[in-house]
């Protein structure tokens, strides 16, 4: 019995934080943010060289062959500072590959994405708000070694960075993975909420994928996708709202009013002390999501659905009252504390809702 | 990570299993004598005080072997190792921890033995939440104390044996948490009343006490004069594990969702209805989360890393769902669930309607809400003091 980190996690743990302290700091991020990808490939380059981009990448195919719950360290501790790199994106696309890819897809891109030398990102589904098959809207039609696409991926995630996207489309025997370079699509870029999770509309053009660049996805492809993806993104979650909960709670021991730091009401030390609860609470759940992708795969629908389903409404509630505890100067352009609202608006809808992993959890309790 | 059990570990788990199918029939086959013989036979495993040195009778297990015995206790909804719920959680270990050697010989063994219940004083009318401006007032006189004064909802009072007391014995303090003194007190000492409250639920657990001129003698003080402070916190602090809460919490869940498949809500199963989806679902994910944060916090005992106040998080996730799943079945069930048990439209023998009348029990007693979240937030946060 032993629900806590080894001695190796925790170092990785502290070469992260030292990275974003160091390398991309808030001033940073914000830079990087306000440019027109939102991708910095220096930065990139030294993530890919503290093995970041290729920890669950297997040995044989060029990665660390470790396990999610590393890479939860990771996205934890870089989305505490907001770090913007699409290294989630790259490990969703690692993942999908590992899952659905043939043993020379593996062998022949792998080490590419483990390296670094290529950005990748993957987008699954189509409708704005819905995780379900029938939300991969994208239609191939087969023609002669390979298939057609003609249409869009509205929400493809890092989307402008991408070298190389991997794209769900249905076709007529159903489900299935493209992967394209972005030379063969057109981007438009959107204007976010949130700058540091940049991404953008991808259109295809009577685009012809051979069937060396497809890869199969079924049903339970799909929703294993989804759920690492929630793992990923809710591993963001943890590491924003602790950090959010920081800012708040320190501004509120240095802010006079009345003649009395703020923290010393109720009215704002109660509700500090709400927000540690479901931060502490959110991240034990998650921790067991996410040591349950490698270990417990059975769990991980319900696990997940349970983390993400707390997580999503509570840091949505935690970055509004952020802003709230901060007053007037929360409100502001010039303090971070608004990038993890955003931040927090961003991860709510990503790889389902509260009210999508509530009712699954109803389903699998047996409801 | 990994959330596997040693051999060892294991072997125990069956060892408690196998106990339980033997010693633990069937709630309608239990005759009479079914409570005295389980007392004693898990008296002999060494389960009652478990956790205490071998040399005061227990059996120095450890923390793991602590959370299956309780997780398993709790699966068999078995009854309670001892008759005395607050001398074997906090009144035993004060002893152990602060008593002399001869009060650990007079009263250790009849904890451990069930044969005397202990009941907690700490509480007065104008100090519930702010527990260190006790008033009840000792004075020293010769070789015993002479004590006058009042505690109230002293739960179990009516039934107990002795009291573990909280009283001033020096008014002339700068800080109020110094002068308190702890007293160990015979419930039939001449002087001491007991005046049962009934409760919103109609029962009568707990009580006003009155001490009128009531001599305890000096070799009952537990700690040294002016310490009781140090010895009632550091008791209450012997945090335990909280497996077997989150296991009876979700063996409650499970009757809460049978409650969901056989009600209609407006003419519908209840179970297709989103809102009830919803709700019964953030119960279930709560309650996995304070199972989780408990493994959390076991692990970093294991490893030996202090605890800061990080239990505080379970207690306000437990007063919670104690007070929302009961409200939550009798709102489900409408004007059914408003009946108390009597009558045949009552929902489940008005068993919701009379649990959603107790929470206090466990909501209020040992700290309100907002004292968890004045602790977390001075203590874990930094935040500066009231």
């Not at chain 1, 010039?334 to 509530?358: C, F, N, T, V």
């Amino acid at each position: 019995m032993n629900f806590g980190f080894t001695e190796e996690q925790n170092m990785l743990r502290d070469q992260v934080a030292r990275f974003m302290q160091e390398a991309c700091p808030i001033p940073k991020v914000r830079e990087i943010g306000a440019s027109q990808t939102g991708f910095d490939a220096a930065l990139w380059q030294q993530a890919a060289q503290l093995g970041w981009l290729s920890l669950i990448i297997p040995e044989e195919n060029g990665g660390l062959g470790l396990r999610w719950i590393d890479l939860t360290v990771v996205l934890e501790e870089t989305a505490r500072g907001l770090c913007p790199l699409p290294i989630a994106s790259q490990a969703m696309t690692a993942a999908a590959i590992l899952r659905c890819g043939s043993d020379s897809q593996k062998s022949s891109w792998l080490p590419a994405m483990a390296a670094g030398e290529v950005v990748c990102t993957t987008a699954l589904y189509d409708d704005p708000n819905w995780i379900h098959p029938d939300a991969v809207q994208l239609t191939a039609t087969p023609v002669e070694g390979g298939v057609r696409l003609d249409g869009v991926k509205p929400f493809v995630p890092d989307a402008l960075a991408a070298d190389y996207l991997l794209l769900a489309y249905r076709g007529p025997d159903g489900l299935g993975l493209a992967a394209l370079s972005r030379d063969q699509v057109t981007f438009t870029p959107q204007p976010q909420m949130d700058s540091t999770k940049p991404a953008g509309r991808v259109v295809m053009d009577a685009v012809t994928v051979g069937d060396e660049f497809l890869l199969p996805l079924s049903e339970a492809d799909l929703d294993y996708l989804t759920d690492v993806g929630a793992v990923a993104v809710t591993a963001e979650m943890v590491g924003a709202a602790e950090a959010a909960l920081n800012m708040t709670s320190e501004y509120a021991k240095e802010r006079i009013q009345f003649g009395k730091p703020i923290g010393q009401y109720q009215g704002v030390k109660h509700r500090l002390a709400d927000i540690y609860v479901d931060v502490e609470s959110f991240k034990s759940l998650l921790y067991y999501a996410a040591w349950a992708v490698d270990e417990a795969p059975d769990e991980l629908p319900r696990a997940i659905s349970m983390a993400k389903g707390y997580a999503s409404d509570a840091f949505a509630r935690i970055g509004i009252d952020g802003i709230g505890l901060h007053g007037a100067i929360g409100f502001t352009a010039e303090y971070d504390i608004q990038l993890y609202l955003k931040r927090s608006k961003w991860a709510r809808p990503m790889y389902g809702d509260s009210d999508y992993h509530l009712d699954r959890v109803a389903t699998l309790g047996g409801l | 990570m990994d959330f596997e059990y040693t051999a060892d570990e294991q072997a125990f788990r069956e060892e408690v299993r196998d106990f339980l199918a033997t010693n633990l029939p069937p709630r309608e086959e239990r005759g009479k004598d079914f409570l005295a013989n389980w007392l004693t036979n898990v008296r002999e495993k060494g389960w009652v005080g478990f956790s205490w040195p071998k040399e005061f009778g227990g059996s120095d297990g450890g923390l793991v072997e602590q959370a299956i015995l309780r997780e398993e206790m709790a699966v068999a909804k078995a009854p309670p190792l001892g008759t005395s719920f607050m001398g074997l959680a906090w009144v035993g270990p004060g002893i152990i921890q602060y008593g002399t050697e001869d009060q650990k010989r007079r009263f250790i063994p009849d904890i451990l033995d069930s044969k005397v219940i202990w009941c907690t004083g700490y509480s007065e009318p104008n100090h519930g939440s702010d527990l260190a401006a006790i008033q009840c007032k000792a004075v020293r006189e010769g070789d015993h104390y002479v004590v006058n004064g009042q505690k109230i909802w002293t739960s179990g009072a009516p039934w107990s044996q002795w009291i573990i007391l909280l009283v001033r014995t020096d008014f002339d303090v700068d800080v109020k948490h110094k002068g308190i003194t702890c007293l160990l007190v015979p419930m039939d000492s001449p002087g001491v009343e007991v005046k049962p409250i009934e409760n919103m639920a109609g029962d009568r657990h707990f009580a006003e006490v009155f001490f009128t001129d009531v001599k305890v003698p000096l070799e009952n003080r537990l700690g040294d004069e002016g310490d009781g402070w140090k010895v009632t916190v550091s008791a209450l602090a012997n945090e335990r594990s909280s497996i077997g809460e989150v296991t009876q919490m979700f063996g409650k869940l499970d009757t809460l969702k049978e409650l969901v498949r056989t009600t209609t809500r407006q003419g519908r199963p209840a179970s297709e209805d989103p809102k009830v989806r919803r709700t019964i679902a953030m119960f279930e994910t709560k309650i996995a989360a304070m199972k989780y944060n408990g493994l959390r916090y076991l692990t970093k005992q294991i490893k030996g890393e202090p605890l800061s106040s990080e239990t505080s998080v379970n207690k306000l996730h437990r007063a919670s769902l104690e007070i929302e799943m009961d409200d939550f079945a009798v709102e489900l069930t409408g004007q059914a669930g408003l009946l108390l048990s009597g009558s045949e439209e009552a929902v489940s023998g008005g068993s919701w309607a009379k649990s959603s009348l107790s929470w206090p029990n466990v909501v209020i007693g040992g700290g309100t809400p907002n004292i968890q979240r004045n602790i977390i937030a001075e203590r874990i946060l930094g935040q500066p003091k009231d």
